[in-house]
């Protein structure tokens, strides 16, 4: 129990990504719902993302990543984790968390790390269908894992022995954009949706439009396209689309991300967790091209596993060209019966009750559960 009166305090510890973020927001959602007050920890990234988090509180805690591409941060990381350890620490001893949670990034070590050094209950959650490199690290040193693919760990028969199948949590937006149902292309417009999160929108910028420019006349009149694009590439996309007749609608960030994917007919986009985790909830068919150099390929992994159940296509970035893409949008959109089948087998990956499930482990292993 926190000395936050009778109420139990779970800190919540996620790297300052979308990724790692929306899934942390959906579990902070459902621990609220249990009566438990919400604290989170993060670093300076989050003020991005994080403005709708249900927490009391937001602890920025120094951290630090390890690029190999970077060999100065193997000497420069450490000593900034060490420094986030000792802050995470005494912020710890204030506030006396029953559980600290862990969403993967490197911002997660310092909490992590200091939470069991006080002898504080910790779980982790792994996001992506193969464990990421923080993650890898905290599994050992950790009470309890959470996956949102099935047999993650199978290779690791000592960590799969601490492990819960929960799903990955999604926001509660993407819980209230799953409740409208799929409606295929009829005659009208055609509405499609690009996006590539912070690593993948310049591919994005680079393919979609010379792919639509090759679709026929009659289809591409039809369209609405709403695509993600960074700052830099906005006046050139705009351009092609304005040349092309297209009705569209860009910009950097769409904070109602999950409403536009329930509009949609068809999502070009990369595979990260959340992504895939979204689209299945919602239940759409998708496109998806995996961030290539991901770590461990968990982009392809996560691809894959929608793509197996019928769900979406994958385009590995090398063949992820304009001719390719213009193919597989006119092939589809050529077939609404497909979109909805695909639609349909999309939405039996989803995961919708994934924050409760989750949000009951917590509270086992923060004995607030029998």
């Known amino acids: 129990m926190s000395d936050t009166g009778r109420q139990p305090l779970v800190v919540v510890a996620a790297g300052g990504t979308a990724g790692h973020l929306f899934p942390a927001e959906a579990l902070a959602a459902a621990l609220v719902r249990n009566g438990i007050i919400v604290d989170l920890a993060t670093d300076e990234r989050a003020t991005r993302y994080g403005s709708a988090f249900p927490a009391r509180a937001t602890h920025v805690i120094p951290s630090a990543t390890l690029r190999k591409d970077n060999p100065l941060t193997f000497i420069t990381a450490p000593a900034k984790i060490a420094y986030g350890v000792m802050r995470a620490f005494t912020t710890l001893m204030r506030l006396k968390p029953a ?11 310092p909490p992590l790390l200091a939470a069991r050094a006080l002898g504080i209950p ?10 990421g490199r923080a993650n890898k690290r905290l599994a050992p040193l950790v009470d309890a894992i959470a996956t949102s693919f099935p047999n993650v760990l199978t290779a690791y028969p000592a960590l799969a022995a601490k492990a819960t199948h929960t799903g990955n ?15 295929p292309p009829g005659e009208g417009t055609l509405r499609m949706l690009v996006f ?18 090759l679709l026929p006349p009659a289809l591409r009149a039809r369209l609405h396209i709403v695509q993600q ?8 996309v705009q351009e092609i689309y304005t040349r092309l007749g297209v009705t569209v609608e860009i910009a950097p960030f769409f904070s109602d991300l999950p409403v536009r994917i329930a509009a949609s007919h068809l999502i070009v986009s990369r595979s990260g967790a959340s992504t895939v985790a979204e689209l299945a ?26 793509e197996k159940a019928g769900g979406a296509i994958r385009i590995n970035q090398a063949d992820f060209t304009p001719k390719r893409l213009a193919a597989e949008i006119e092939g589809l959109f050529a077939q609404p019966s497909r979109l909805t089948a695909m639609a349909g ?16 482990l917590v509270m086992r292993v923060a004995k607030l559960r029998n």
């Open 99 to 109: 559980a600290v949670i862990g969403f993967g990034g490197y911002p997660t070590f």
């Open 122 to 131: 910790t779980l982790i959650h792994e996001q992506n269908g193969v464990l």
């Open 169 to 183: 949590p999604v926001r509660p937006a993407v819980i209230q954009a799953a409740k409208t149902p799929f409606d």
């Open 196 to 213: 590539g999160g912070s690593q993948g929108a310049r591919v994005m910028a680079d393919v979609v439009p010379p792919a639509v420019e």
């Open 229 to 236: 694009a960074r700052d830099e590439d906005m006046p050139r």
């Open 281 to 306: 909830a919602i239940g759409r068919p998708g496109v998806l091209v995996p961030l290539p150099h991901s770590l461990d390929n968990d982009q392809l992994v996560n691809a894959s596993v929608l």
């Open 345 to 360: 087998a999309s939405r039996g990956c989803g995961a919708i009750d994934a924050a409760d499930r989750l949000a009951e």
